[in-house]
């Protein structure tokens, strides 16, 4: 049963337009969202995180909103560039020492 | 500061063997966390090690282990590989296990 869903695999944008990642949860006692970014033969980078008492964080191009009763959250990254190209995952945890769970992640290719 | 170190980087195993796999973490951080990425899985929490003591496991069966040692490195061994064990085998670090975490690059494991 996965908690943490992104439904689409892949997602392809011009260079210099929005693009839009979504990510869906199931356990309403996730309290704190990540996402990573992973290149090919690389480990996943930390992007952006946002804590449940939050709707909105934003990291320059980077922003991630936090709908707490759709349990839905989604990160726009504006503009879009090349280097943006990745395989985007989505994370969340519940309070105390428990793991993270990831999304099976969305493929963003950025078209010049 | 360096980062997280993974060796090796890429191993080829065939079925029934044993394999072992190392992981440094960041200087100071105390806990380590594995996870197994296949395609179109995502990652896959294997288990969580916390100053020597395993505090989280996935659901993996028994064939893969773990353990960490006194000065917070890790290692996770697979024994009687199969086939499905082929995947990136990812090693994360944090100081407390909690918020973000910061991967290796990751060991290739092939069984033929």
């Known amino acids: 049963d996965q908690q943490v869903k992104q439904n689409s695999p892949s997602l392809s944008v011009q260079e210099g337009r929005i693009s839009i990642l979504n990510c869906d949860y199931t356990?309403?006692?996730?309290?704190?969202f990540l996402w990573y970014k992973k290149y090919p033969a690389e480990g996943p980078t930390f992007l952006i995180s946002?804590?449940?008492?939050?709707d909105k964080n934003e990291d320059g191009r980077f922003t991630v909103f936090l709908n707490k009763s759709a349990k839905h959250l989604s990160l726009h990254i504006v503009p879009s560039q090349p280097g943006d190209s990745a395989v985007y995952f989505c994370?969340?945890?519940?309070?105390?020492?428990?793991?993270?769970?990831f999304g099976k992640g969305t493929r963003l290719s950025v078209i010049a | 500061k360096a980062g997280v170190t993974q060796t090796p980087r890429y191993l080829i195993k065939t079925r029934g063997q044993q394999v072992t796999l190392s992981c440094s973490p960041i200087?100071?951080?105390?806990?380590v966390s594995w996870y197994q990425q296949t395609p179109g899985q995502g990652l896959q929490f294997l288990f969580e090690?916390?100053?020597?003591?395993?505090?989280n496991k996935g659901n993996f069966p028994g064939r893969f282990s773990g353990r960490q040692f006194s000065n917070s490195r890790s290692e996770m061994n697979v024994s009687t590989l199969e086939l499905g064990d082929s995947a990136l085998y990812l090693c994360?670090?944090?100081?407390?296990?909690?918020?973000?975490?910061?991967f290796g690059e990751g060991s290739r494991l092939t069984v033929l």
């Open positions: 994360a670090s944090s100081y407390q296990g909690t918020g973000e975490l910061f």
């Open positions: 356990n309403s006692m996730f309290d704190y």
């Open positions: 946002i804590s449940s008492i939050k």
């Open positions: 994370a969340a945890s519940t309070p105390g020492n428990t793991p993270l769970v």
């Open positions: 200087s100071g951080h105390r806990s």
């Open positions: 090690y916390f100053s020597e003591t395993q505090r």
